[in-house]
């Protein structure tokens, strides 16, 4: 685990040491990055007294203004009323391991962190790589304002662009994580939990590599963010329900900003369909023989499109090379990626006005950032939260968040949203859970309460939300109403001693 430090320049005094390598790790641009330049800083500032955050120990190392806004945003965070509830004591140093450092799990696990929770992450990939753009809805921009996420990205919610990479938003997430505690595992890959053999011991999970120090680490619960619904959340118990739809193949591109003027001069087009801006499509078709339906055109870290396409009009342009049936259309030998590129160019250039010269973002394996993809069925898990229980007794609380619990409908751009719902939720089933106030049986009934409440939230209810945190009766009217005092009817004949 532990790296040599850079070296130490003796006359160079620790808080300008410090400095730089906290500029060097707000820099970082990629996981294996962030991690490196945090364990240069570690090394640097040492353990604090009584487990003091990574975050308070640096900023009592260095007054490099940085880290004191950091300290600032963070200490207000753990002393707000959302983290000084009665019961909070009971979750301190209690173990959870969270599946996944996409936004989702990264925001459970700090979200958890600042509860007290001793917070695990595995991620199963090294590197972050999604260029694609999500719109965030206002509570979202404020949420990650106050977790400090300007201070590590600047350029974050400056205009009326309320937009991120699913990159960049991974990136800021981890920093934060890290300068709260919570430990980052990257290249590790869960598989499933184990239940605990003997007395003591407790559940842990069984991972790849199988010999990861990760797989000693004892939890209490589990958070699964792995964006899927597969196989292994069988395993664990849970199950989904599928509703197919009509087909629907999405096609996204991502195009390099030059950042030059031309880049700057382009306007967003936030969600545009057919019912609002028909002209669009119009000249599309008129003009360059392309058929789409929905577009959304955002000018973030790079040029992002993404658009549903017409079956008939991409047969007709020979990206799709045949008709072979629904289940078969996208397989990689039916797409020919010349043309599939040809058409994101199409439409990007007459976005933009013929203007830019388009080069495509590229993968880490280097082919161009475009891609096709059916979004024709869509799955929301059956159950939210699942406890099992081991023959030593010892209980594992489970839960799911993001689009592990809830497959999002992109055109609608609830998906984050609908996402960081789900982490304050399930961190107030955690809460709840080690808090003593209410019974195991009613932490689950909760849960359930607000699943249902978050299902039934649509794009408009989400946009009139104006207070969020993880206490659910902030948020869903329907749970206030079900949680107020209830008014006993006591009947009439009873006898009133
Ligand atoms: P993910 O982002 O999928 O992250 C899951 C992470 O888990 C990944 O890093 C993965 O590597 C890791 N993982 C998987 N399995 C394992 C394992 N076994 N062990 C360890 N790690 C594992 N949403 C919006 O709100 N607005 C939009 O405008 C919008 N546009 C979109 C456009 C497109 C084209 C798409 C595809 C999605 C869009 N979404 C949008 C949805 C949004 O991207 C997702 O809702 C969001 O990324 C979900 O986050 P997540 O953390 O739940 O899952």
Same mark, same amino acid.
């Given at each position: 685990m532990s790296q040599s430090v850079e070296s130490k320049d003796a006359e160079v005094p620790q808080g300008k040491?410090?400095?730089?390598?906290?500029? %060097?790790?707000?820099?970082?641009?990629?996981?294996?990055?962030?991690?490196?330049?945090?364990?240069?800083?570690?090394?640097?500032?040492?353990?604090?007294?009584?487990?003091? %955050?990574?975050?308070?120990?640096?900023?009592? #190392?260095?007054?490099?203004?940085?880290?004191?806004?950091?300290?600032?945003?963070?200490?207000?965070?753990?002393?707000?009323?959302?983290?000084?509830?009665?019961?909070?004591?009971?979750?301190?140093? #209690?173990?959870?391991?969270?599946?996944?450092?996409?936004?989702?799990?990264?925001?459970?696990? =700090?979200?958890?962190?600042?509860?007290?929770?001793? $917070?695990?992450? $595995?991620?199963?990939?090294?590197?972050?790589?999604?260029?694609? $753009?999500?719109?965030?809805?206002?509570?979202?921009?404020?949420?990650?304002?106050?977790?400090?996420?300007?201070?590590?990205?600047?350029?974050?919610?400056?205009?009326?662009?309320?937009?991120?990479? =699913?990159?960049?938003? *991974?990136?800021?997430?981890?920093?934060i994580a890290l300068l709260l505690g919570v430990d980052v595992q990257l290249g590790v890959e869960f598989e499933t939990v184990e239940e605990p053999g003997d007395k003591d011991k407790g559940w842990r999970a069984r991972l790849?590599?199988?010999?990861?120090?990760?797989?000693?680490?004892?939890?209490?619960?589990?958070?699964?963010?792995?964006?899927?619904?597969?196989?292994?959340?069988?395993?664990?118990?849970?199950?989904?329900?599928? =509703?197919?739809?009509?087909?629907?193949?999405?096609?996204?591109?991502?195009?390099?900003?030059?950042?030059?003027?031309?880049?700057?001069? *382009?306007?967003?087009?936030?969600?545009?369909?057919?019912?609002? #801006?028909?002209?669009?499509?119009?000249?599309?078709?008129?003009?360059?023989? $392309?058929? =789409?339906?929905?577009?959304?055109?955002?000018?973030?870290?790079?040029?992002?499109?993404?658009?549903?396409?017409?079956?008939?009009?991409?047969?007709?342009?020979?990206?799709l090379r045949e008709d072979t049936g629904k289940k078969s259309l996208l397989n990689k030998d039916n797409i020919d990626r010349e043309k599939l590129k040809q058409l994101a160019k199409d439409v990007a250039s007459h976005c933009t006005k013929e203007k830019i010269d388009l080069k495509f973002s590229e993968w880490a394996n280097g082919e161009a950032d475009v891609a096709m993809f059916e979004f024709t069925s869509r799955s929301h898990a059956n159950e939210a939260a699942i406890v099992k229980e081991a023959k030593n007794n010892k209980k594992l609380l489970m839960g799911l968040v993001g689009d592990s619990l809830k497959q999002p409908f992109w055109p609608e751009g609830v998906g984050i949203a609908h996402g960081i719902f789900s982490v304050y939720d399930t961190a107030w089933m955690v809460y709840e859970?080690?808090?003593?106030?209410?019974?195991?049986?009613?932490?689950?009934?909760?849960?359930?309460?607000?699943?249902n409440c978050l299902r039934a939230m649509t794009k408009e209810s989400l946009s009139t939300i104006r207070e969020y945190g993880i206490d659910p009766k902030k948020r869903y009217a329907e749970y206030r109403a079900i949680q107020s005092p209830k008014v006993v009817d006591i009947p009439s004949t009873s006898k009133v001693e």
């Open positions: 040491l410090l400095q730089e390598l906290l500029k %060097k790790f707000s820099d970082a641009d990629d996981a294996k990055e962030i991690q490196e330049s945090f364990r240069a800083i570690c090394n640097e500032t040492g353990e604090g007294k009584d487990g003091d %955050k990574p975050y308070k120990v640096l900023s009592q #190392k260095t007054d490099f203004h940085r880290a004191q806004n950091l300290r600032k945003a963070f200490d207000s965070k753990f002393n707000s009323k959302d983290y000084k509830k009665d019961g909070r004591e009971a979750c301190k140093n #209690k173990q959870v391991l969270v599946v996944g450092a996409g936004p989702c799990g990264l925001r459970a696990a =700090i979200e958890l962190a600042f509860l007290g929770f001793r $917070v695990v992450v $595995v991620e199963k990939r090294n590197t972050f790589s999604r260029n694609s $753009v999500l719109q965030v809805w206002t509570f979202l921009v404020d949420d990650l304002k106050s977790l400090g996420f300007r201070e590590l990205y600047p350029k974050f919610g400056l205009s009326d662009r309320n937009h991120v990479s =699913i990159r960049r938003l *991974q990136i800021v997430l981890m920093k790849k590599p199988a010999n990861h120090p990760t797989s000693k680490f004892d939890f209490e619960v589990l958070i699964v963010a792995n964006g899927q619904q597969n196989i292994q959340l069988t395993d664990l118990g849970f199950s989904w329900t599928k =509703i197919e739809r009509k087909l629907a193949i999405a096609i996204a591109a991502n195009f390099q900003n030059k950042n030059k003027k031309e880049d700057f001069d *382009q306007e967003d087009m936030g969600g545009v369909s057919i019912m609002n #801006k028909m002209e669009i499509f119009t000249e599309l078709k008129a003009k360059k023989d $392309v058929d =789409i339906e929905n577009l959304v055109y955002l000018r973030d870290e790079t040029h992002y499109f993404v658009m549903t396409g017409k079956k008939e009009n991409l047969l007709k342009r020979g990206v859970w080690f808090s003593g106030k209410v019974t195991e049986e009613e932490v689950i009934e909760n849960r359930k309460t607000t699943y």
